[in-house]
């Protein structure tokens, strides 16, 4: 007996049973973690309350408690009391004890599995069209030389000075796009990795963005001070977290804040990687959200909401942040935009 609790106390799926009236009998440490709440509050309660959003999930508990069949569900979508949804593997079974019955429900959750599924996925494509965007960048920039080098030589040659204007416009066209394709072709050297504070970085991105944005706009703190060091390249971090800040400064249009918070995070899963310890970092801001057209591929190169965007800012920024095994995500409605990033505390190549 102790052996099987044992199990169950450690088991990571939610195992409750329900006595003949549906109410709740005992529930694993699994459960009263998924419910967010203590045994001793549940035990005792109606299935009914602690599912209110679930009324067909109910009927079929009393179903099978009734007839004495088990039933199995796949990918169950269930809304929990506050609201959260959840998809689990759901089997149910009725369990005959003396001359009472109970029911055995068991869920394992596969969320967790679906986002990971998702996250790759996404992270694959990015991948595939950051190759893309960088091969067509060498390629533009090859000729980019020539035509320069020529435009000068022509300059040096020309009967009539006034005519320099031209070759001039050349050359500096020609800077201009080089500048751009350097961006599109990102920062591709390897990383250097130093035990790094999320602060140094913060703060350094911070006095960049006072030095160029209005008055209306301010630049808060939000920091947990007992933060321990991680190992990143300073240098990059600093250009990735500078792109999603000023992204939101220009959000702001003269007029509003942007937070920069820092949280310690545990058992955190980026990829098919678990960590004991992740730093988040969240770059927030109250403007306009980002435009619900684009909002699904922000994070993609050359997407950008803004006339003079290039749209190279989040890809590179999620370029970085993955080679530093973390993550990136973005939550933005009116008034609140938030860009949240996972950095694993322990060294991502260990
Ligand atoms: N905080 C934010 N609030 C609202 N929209 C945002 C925010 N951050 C990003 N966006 C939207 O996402 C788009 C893509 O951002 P990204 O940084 O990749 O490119 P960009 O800013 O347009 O150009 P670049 O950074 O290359 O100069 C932006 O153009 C903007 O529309
Ligand atoms: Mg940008």
């Known amino acids: 007996m102790n052996d099987c609790q044992h199990i169950l106390e450690n088991l990571s799926a939610t195992v409750i ?3 003949p009236n549906l109410r709740v009998r005992s529930v694993n440490p699994a459960g009263e973690m998924l419910f967010q709440i203590s045994a001793r509050q549940i035990l005792g309660q109606l299935a009914a309350d602690l599912l209110p959003h679930n009324a067909s999930l109910i009927r079929q508990f009393g179903e099978a408690l009734q007839s004495g069949h088990p039933f199995t569900e796949h990918g169950l979508r269930v809304t929990l009391a506050d609201g959260r949804d959840i998809t689990v593997d759901c089997a149910v079974t009725p369990v005959a004890v003396n001359a009472d019955s109970e029911l055995l429900v068991e869920w394992t959750p596969v969320d967790r599995l ?6 790759e996925k996404m992270l694959d494509q990015h991948a595939t069209s950051r190759a893309l965007i960088r091969g067509l960048a060498h390629e533009i920039k090859n000729p980019l030389g020539g035509l320069r080098g020529a435009a000068q030589l022509l300059e040096r040659r020309l009967p009539d000075a006034e005519l320099a ?16 394709v350097d961006r599109m072709i990102g920062p591709n050297v390897p990383l250097n990795k130093r035990p790094t504070n999320i602060h140094q970085i913060f703060e350094h991105v911070r006095s960049l963005v006072l ?6 706009i301010s630049v808060r703190r939000d920091y947990d001070p007992s933060l321990p060091e991680f190992p990143a390249d300073l240098d990059q971090l600093i250009q990735a977290i500078l792109n999603i800040t000023r992204n939101a400064t220009q959000a702001l249009d003269g007029k509003g804040a942007v937070w920069l918070r820092s949280r ?3 058992q955190v ?18 403007g306009p959200g980002v435009p619900d057209e684009i909002r699904e591929h922000i994070f993609y190169p050359m997407i950008t909401g803004r006339a003079d965007g290039t749209g190279l800012g989040l890809s590179i920024a999620q370029d970085i942040i993955h080679q530093h095994g973390g993550m990136i ?22």
């Open 211 to 216: 030095a160029e944005i209005p008055e209306g």
């Open 264 to 266: 310690v995070e545990r």
């Open 269 to 286: 899963t980026i990829g098919q990687k678990h960590h004991r310890l992740a730093v988040r970092a969240e770059i927030e801001d109250n």
């Open 165 to 180: 204007e031209y070759t001039r416009i050349i050359i500096r066209e020609a800077d201009r796009l080089r500048g751009l």
């Open 114 to 119: 679906l986002r990971i599924a998702r996250e």
């Open 329 to 350: 995500e973005c939550v933005s409605r009116p008034l609140q935009t938030i860009f949240r990033i996972y950095l694993p505390m322990e060294d991502g190549n260990g």
């Open 17 to 19: 049973v329900l006595d």
